[in-house]
């Protein structure tokens, strides 16, 4: 399995999803997130969960922290959710056949 996500061509992308998913697995959020119903009409830039307040939190606190928007907070989140959903060999292959 490949975390390192060298696969993804844009480096920010990358560096969010990195940093994203070493926050989601220090915080031993997986299972909360596969199972997190994002309201479709706040997504998750406007959603009150204390587990977002966390991961936020975190991933500003790290050393590769990109910064983020709104937009870009809930861009990184819907990824680390496939991943939760799915597995990175999957978000792997979504990402191939997107690009």
Same mark, same amino acid.
């Given at each position: 399995?490949?975390?390192?996500?060298?696969?993804?061509? +844009? @480096?920010?992308?990358?560096?969010?999803?990195?940093?994203?998913?070493?926050?989601?697995?220090?915080?031993?959020?997986? +299972?909360?997130?596969?199972?997190?119903?994002?309201?479709?009409?706040?997504?998750?830039?406007?959603?009150?969960?204390?587990?977002?307040? @966390?991961?936020?939190?975190?991933?500003?606190?790290?050393?590769?922290?990109?910064?983020?928007?709104?937009?870009?907070?809930?861009?990184?989140? @819907?990824?680390?959710?496939?991943?939760?959903?799915?597995?990175? +060999?999957?978000?792997?292959?979504?990402?191939?056949?997107?690009?």
């Amino acid at each position: 399995m490949d975390t390192t996500f060298e696969f993804i061509s +844009d @480096r920010n992308t990358r560096q969010s999803i990195q940093n994203g998913y070493r926050t989601i697995t220090n915080l031993e959020l997986w +299972d909360w997130l596969r199972q997190y119903q994002v309201n479709e009409t706040n997504g998750f830039m406007f959603s009150n969960s204390p587990n977002l307040d @966390r991961i936020i939190q975190y991933m500003e606190s790290q050393p590769d922290s990109v910064g983020h928007s709104g937009g870009s907070f809930g861009f990184t989140m @819907r990824h680390l959710q496939f991943i939760a959903k799915n597995g990175v +060999d999957e978000y792997k292959k979504s990402y191939y056949a997107n690009t």
